[in-house]
Structure formats: C-alpha cells, structure tokens
Nanobody
Framework: QVQLEESGGGLVQAGGSLKLSCAASGRTFSTFGMGWFRQAPGKEREFVAAISWNGGNTVYADSVKGRFTISRDNAKNTVYVQMASLKPEDTAVYYC?????????????????WGQGTQVTVSS
C-alpha cells in the first residue's frame, strides 16, 4: 500500500510560480517512477510530467514543457513539480501518482497509486 499526499497548491497570478510537493509513504519510494497529472473542471485528467526512479529521466506534456520542472528527493520520499510562467489554463486539481515500474509513462494506466489532489488556481 502506498500513500501519497500533495501540498503546495493555491491561488497565484498569471506569470507567477508555485511549487507542489508530494510525500510518499508505505513503499520503497526510490524504486518506482512518479508522475503528476491534472484535471480541470469538465475535462479529463491529463498527464503533466513524469520522473524515473532515480531522477535520471523526465518527460513533460507539451503544454508545460519549458515552464514546469519535475524533481524528486528519495531521501525525503518526496517528488516535486516547480511551475513557472503560470497561465490561467493551468488551473486544475493537480494529482501526484506512483507508477508500477522504475519509469512510468504518460498514461494513467501506468500508475497504480494516486494522491487526493491539490487545487491550483491561476488568475488572469
């Protein structure tokens, strides 16, 4: 069993920055890939970013590439996403996800564990 808890969401103006954190417990954190997804009202949950077990590989959705940075600290069992140059269209609930393998991909089915989500609202 894996527990994931996100934090760091909030209200920010367009062009601003925010850093989300996800603390993991219950499984050897350093052995599996992690990801971030988001879901805006009335839309499907979509992939944002993923990172491999050791942080050596990352992948991003085109919509956030160059603005978001995913990272992890295995000593703290925590994964982060630093979000910069935020846009109103980034407004969503952001979910942390734990993958089945050392590097999970862009599909929701690549992940077996999910946090409860944290709201990010970007005002124009």
């Amino acid at each position: 069993q894996v527990q994931l808890e996100e934090s760091g969401g909030g209200l920010v103006q367009a062009g601003g920055s925010l850093k989300l954190s996800c603390a993991a417990s219950g499984r050897t954190f350093s052995t599996f890939g992690m990801g971030w997804f988001r879901q805006a009202p009335g839309k499907e949950r979509e992939f944002v970013a993923a990172i491999s077990w050791n942080g050596g590989n990352t992948v991003y959705a085109d919509s956030v590439k160059g603005r978001f940075t995913i990272s992890r600290d295995n000593a703290k069992n925590t994964v982060y996403v630093q979000m910069a140059s935020l846009k109103p269209e980034d407004t969503a609930v952001y979910y942390c996800a734990g993958g089945w393998r050392q590097f999970a991909g862009v599909l929701r089915s690549d992940y077996g564990y999910w946090g409860q989500g944290t709201q990010v609202t970007v005002s124009s």
